[in-house]
């Protein structure tokens, strides 16, 4: 997803899962990870700086149990780095959907229960409409702010950091990923260059 569609998309979801969607994206996050946040895992006035812990995950078994556990590795155990532009939504959400208690879920049921991923999903689904994307699907949030961050410089250690990844492998997609974009922005040059350099040649040729 480019940028623009990304922010037509948040500005449709509703309202107490539009934070699930940024969080997704531009905090790199899987589906079960923001279901797992709670209010303690949340630094916004922490000396070292606005930054979101990733200490459990929910989701549900083949049987439709809703399991809470730790991440699956210990690289899933991880502080990230929240963009600062993301912290008016994080504030409002907080005071309005989350209770008091450190414990409490950024995103629950009714009854403080957690949301089962289905709900997240289908709510997606409707958001992304707007942005004509019916495509992206709720995880590909998380490819999308791993291929901004490699875009804008990230090393293969420091994208395995924000995506939780044990190996380098998947990192290293993302890096590929820019290195094409890369190329297709130097042949968009090139053909641009083209339209004024070689009439330009031509007309020096003609004059000699």
Known sequence: ??????????????????LA?????????????????????????DAAGLSLSVNRRIATTMTGEVHVGLPKTEAGRRRLAIPSHLVEDIEAHLEQFVGPGSDALLFHRDDGTPVRPIT?????????KAAGRTDVTLHDLRHTGLTLAAAGGATVAELMHRAGHAS????????HATRERDQGIADALVRAARRVLLPNRLRRRNSQ
């Not at 997240?120 to 992304?128: F, N, V």
């Open 21 to 45: 969607f940024a969080l997704a994206a531009w905090c790199q996050l899987r589906r079960s990870e923001v279901l797992g946040l709670q209010r303690r895992d949340v630094h916004l006035a």
């Open 1 to 18: 997803m480019s940028v623009p569609e990304l922010t037509v998309a948040l500005a449709a979801a509703d309202d107490q899962y539009r």
């Open 120 to 128: 997240l999903t289908r709510a997606w689904a409707r958001a992304r």
């Open 168 to 175: 380098p492998s998947a990192a290293i997609r993302y890096q």
